[in-house]
């Protein structure tokens, strides 16, 4: 049941009125949530690098590109599934105990990743991570959806995810330092990739025991002892596919995450891959020594990785912002089309360090939809199932997005099968992710079969 009374003034500073203790509790979420992202573009910077030292001797480039594949496809299986175990357990037992617990999951098990062996461990370790990182967004969003005041609630939601590419810019600063120090001899080559997966399980590990003084939103607490009275059940889904109004909302909001995430994981995210073969190439023509190719080239991709972040921070503000003003639905099919466009152009047209600005625009345009999940997903949803439906929607989507990475790795090598040159196999990296991009129109699809919530109260 959804009361009918409107939300009143969204469209105004969402800060205005909030309590000290209402901004702890954002703090404490998007904190959550930027280490969470931090720790993902970390493995995102480092996966190759990791690779070349676990895997067996001989391996060339293209071999441990796949393999970089399986391990992204490997950490999004575990998202997906922690998304599904932490949500139902977030609408049951409490969002702020669950958040806790999957912050300090992620954590540990990013700081075990730089004591890795072998491919096996690794994969191991990502494969948890990815379940405390899946637990993170349903727990932070529905967090402050339910504590915070319903006018500040979209803004307030947006901006926690905007906060998310702080966390990102953050991993290619550290990636530029750790680089700057082994440059200078101050660390090992061969370890800096273990040094980057220490220091980004610290904060959030640190973050923990603040967290614990997170207390329940009283109107989850209410809700939950008037349900073990009526016998209303909190994060089943029986309940979220079983009522047909919740069940299309739960469906059709998996795929409009799908199109992003896949866009993002199985494409987007692949960025540094085309940035690193690009300056490589234009570097090696110059006539550097590979020793200064390869560290020119590790400190333009963090560079790369800084400008699309500092994008995306941007894009994920302008939807926000967007969809107060002209409505969810509208501004999700907007943002689609650009997020497609972009992403072909980047593609089919970054040629070097001119066009790096073109890594801010496919930021801006990919991840603006991210913020669209963070304020429409818990407002298709009631109380009991809020955590369930969001973590639903934003993580399921990954058991379908984890074959992003994997399908675009075989792509790109039928598309290479006949290449000789280096070149040859760039041109068919940027086809491959091209023709990926299209995934980014489903989007616009499954928007049609989803209400606008624009004004409305979340559903009780």
């Given at each position: 049941m959804t009361n009918e009374t409107?939300?009143?003034?969204?469209?105004?500073?969402?800060?205005?009125?909030?309590?000290?203790y209402h901004w702890f509790v954002f703090a404490m979420a998007s904190l959550a949530w930027l280490f969470d992202c931090l720790d993902?573009?970390?493995?995102?910077?480092?996966?190759?690098?990791?690779?070349?030292?676990?895997?067996p001797p001989g391996m060339d480039g293209s071999q441990i590109g796949v393999f970089s594949g399986y391990a992204t496809s490997i950490f999004m299986i575990g998202w997906a599934t922690g998304g599904l175990i932490f949500g139902s357990v977030g609408d049951w037992f409490g969002r702020a105990k669950t958040l806790t617990l999957t912050v300090l999951l992620y954590s540990v098990c990013t700081g075990l990743s730089a004591f890795s062996t072998?491919?096996?461990?690794?994969?191991?370790?990502?494969?948890?991570?990815?379940?405390?990182?899946?637990?993170?967004?349903?727990?932070?969003?529905?967090?402050?959806?339910?504590?915070?005041?319903?006018?500040?609630?979209?803004?307030?939601?947006?901006?926690?995810?905007?906060?998310?590419?702080?966390?990102?810019?953050?991993?290619?600063l550290i990636y530029l330092v750790i680089g700057s120090l082994v440059e200078s001899s101050v660390i090992e080559a061969n370890s800096s990739w273990k040094v980057m997966f220490l220091i980004g399980a610290l904060p959030a590990f640190m973050c923990v025991f603040l967290q614990m003084k997170l207390k329940e939103p009283e109107a989850w607490v209410k809700a939950r002892k008037e349900g073990?009275?009526?016998?209303?059940?909190?994060?089943?889904?029986?309940?979220?596919?079983?009522?047909?109004?919740?069940?299309?909302?739960?469906?059709?909001?998996?795929?409009?995450?799908?199109?992003?995430?896949?866009?993002?994981?199985?494409?987007?995210?692949?960025?540094?891959?085309?940035?690193?073969?690009?300056?490589?190439n234009n570097l090696t023509e110059q006539g550097l020594e590979p020793a200064q190719v390869a560290a020119r080239a590790s400190k333009l991709v963090a560079y790369n990785g800084i400008f699309q972040n500092v994008g995306a921070f941007i894009g994920m503000?302008?939807?926000t912002y967007v969809a107060q003003a002209i409505g969810r639905r509208k501004a999700f099919v907007l943002a689609s089309i650009a997020a497609m466009v972009a992403t072909i152009g980047y593609f089919q047209m970054f040629n070097g360090v001119k066009h790096l600005w073109m890594s801010a625009v496919m930021g801006m345009c990919q991840m603006s939809l991210f913020a669209g999940f963070a304020i429409y997903?818990?407002?298709?949803?009631?109380?009991?199932?809020?955590?369930?439906?969001?973590?639903?929607?934003?993580?399921?989507?990954?058991?379908?997005?984890?074959?992003?990475?994997?399908?675009?790795?075989?792509?790109?090598?039928?598309?290479?099968?006949?290449?000789?040159t280096s070149a040859e196999r760039i041109d068919a990296f940027r086809d491959a992710c091209s023709y990926m991009s299209v995934i980014f129109?489903?989007?616009?699809?499954?928007?049609?079969?989803?209400?606008?919530t624009k004004g409305k109260p979340l559903p009780e």
């Open positions: 409107p939300v009143q003034g969204e469209n105004q500073r969402w800060w205005n009125g909030l309590t000290s993902q573009q970390i493995f995102i910077l480092v996966r190759k690098d990791a690779l070349k030292h676990l895997l072998g491919w096996l461990d690794f994969a191991i370790y990502r494969f948890i991570t990815g379940l405390g990182v899946g637990g993170v967004f349903g727990l932070a969003v529905t967090l402050v959806a339910d504590s915070l005041p319903a006018k500040s609630r979209s803004g307030a939601l947006g901006t926690l995810q905007a906060l998310s590419a702080v966390g990102n810019i953050s991993s290619g073990k009275i009526t016998g209303v059940k909190f994060g089943s889904y029986a309940e979220l596919l079983g009522d047909p109004t919740i069940r299309n909302n739960a469906m059709f909001g998996m795929l409009l995450c799908v199109a992003g995430i896949i866009g993002v994981w199985g494409i987007g995210f692949f960025a540094p891959d085309l940035v690193r073969d690009v300056i490589t503000l302008t939807f997903l818990p407002e298709l949803f009631p109380m009991r199932l809020r955590s369930t439906g969001t973590s639903f929607c934003y993580n399921v989507g990954r058991y379908v997005a984890a074959t992003g990475p994997f399908t675009m790795g075989k792509l790109q090598s039928q598309l290479a099968a006949n290449a000789t129109l489903l989007a616009i699809v499954a928007i049609c079969f989803l209400p606008e």
